[in-house]
């Protein structure tokens, strides 16, 4: 059974940084997009970003862009998620996703959350002002 933990959130000032990590168990990561999304209190969950199986293309959600970096390292069945310059806004419950479909380059439905397979259950970042 594949679980995806995800860990690295906490509280931090605006302007702070953080590294979220998801590990992967039950199976590899290898042929997989990874994606990021995050979900606000009140507000549906939104797409952050996703990265290719081979690690070689990223895309972000506007509000991502310069600020939200994803990597991954196959060979730790992980994949990060680096947040900078956060801001309040930013605050919210952020989850990882895997699908087995190549999204990555599919601009049009890597940002469904129905095309990922499995999730994880979060974790909490908090940007205070």
């Known amino acids: 059974q594949v679980q995806l933990v995800e860990s690295g959130g906490g509280l931090v000032q605006a302007g702070g940084s953080l590294r979220l990590s998801c590990e992967v168990s039950?199976?590899?990561?290898?042929?997989?997009?990874m994606g990021w999304f995050r979900q606000a209190p009140g507000k549906e969950r939104e797409f952050v970003g996703i990265?290719?199986?081979?690690?070689?293309?990223?895309h972000y959600a506007d509000f991502a862009k310069g600020r939200f970096t994803i990597a991954r390292d196959n060979a730790k069945n992980t994949a990060y998620l680096q947040l900078s310059s956060l801001k309040p806004e930013d605050t919210g419950v952020y989850y990882c996703?895997?699908?087995?479909?190549?999204?990555?380059?599919?601009?049009?439905?890597?940002?469904?959350?129905?095309?990922?397979?499995?999730w994880g259950q979060g974790t909490q970042v908090t940007v205070s002002s």
């Open positions: 039950g199976r590899t990561i290898i042929g997989y997009s």
């Open positions: 996703a895997s699908a087995s479909r190549g999204l990555a380059s599919a601009p049009s439905i890597r940002t469904r959350t129905s095309e990922y397979d499995s």
């Open positions: 990265i290719n199986s081979s690690g070689t293309s990223t």
